[in-house]
């Protein structure tokens, strides 16, 4: 928010100017503090400027059904849907997710850079935000033939993008703690980002040496543990 949309908005918070829609009635879900609270919500272009007893120009009572942030789905593989990105958009919206952080790693391991450039352009303005990880593991061992090479090289020029934002899941954990060159280079490249992991199991010395490389996270824990 810039310096000029603060100040037409602060006057819409005081409440000296009635903001355009006021949901009334509202089950408020606060995240921060986990409870629920019955208020109101005072909206004013796009942006929530008030929550508590508010007037507006235009009130909906809602009956106390929940008002809530969107959901941010931060790992997901959108091909699994089967569905194209814009109809996937449609179909999490309405289940209230309203972010993803998405890893294209089955179409680049067949299409490469253009199926990663497909995802960029298919989820532009798509109603919810697409964020991506660059698939790190394109083949993801030396004996795959899946069609598609996927290197620091072709990497490069999708470094970046304001929607990447770093490597997906590292799934060659082998190749890492050989110390594989070209695995390294792709973190290396991509340093300054989140570097996502995939080590279900690895412990010890070789979680060790896996965070060492440069891996940040890892979704895949078998337990509470090792989470
Ligand atoms: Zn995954």
Request: glycine share 12%.
């Amino acid at each position: 928010m810039d310096r000029k949309q603060k100040q037409r908005l602060i006057p819409y918070a005081l409440q000296q100017k009635l903001p355009e829609l006021v949901l009334k009635n509202a089950g408020v879900v606060d995240v921060f503090s986990k409870r629920v609270r019955k208020a109101d919500v005072a909206i004013q272009d796009g942006v929530i400027v008030g929550v508590g007893d508010c007037r507006g120009r235009e009130e909906r009572d809602l009956g106390g059904a929940f008002v809530a942030p969107g959901f941010i789905d931060s790992h997901v593989h959108i091909e699994s849907s089967m569905v194209s990105p814009p109809l996937f958009a449609e179909k999490i919206l309405a289940h209230g997710t309203t972010a993803v952080v998405a890893d294209p790693h089955e179409i680049v391991n067949v299409a490469g850079g253009a199926g990663m450039e497909y995802m960029l352009s298919q989820t532009e303005n798509a109603g919810v935000r697409f964020y991506f990880m660059l698939p790190s593991c394109v083949p993801i061992s030396s004996i795959e033939h899946n069609g598609a090479v996927f290197g620091a090289d072709r990497m490069r020029r999708f470094r970046g993008h304001p929607r990447v934002l770093g490597l997906g899941e590292v799934m060659d954990c082998p190749g890492v703690l050989r110390g594989d060159g070209g695995l390294l280079e792709k973190i290396g490249l991509m340093e300054g980002g989140v570097i996502d992991g995939h080590a279900p199991a690895v412990r010890g010395r070789e979680l060790q040496a896996y965070r060492l490389a440069g891996v940040q996270t890892d979704h895949e824990c078998t337990d509470y543990a090792q989470a």
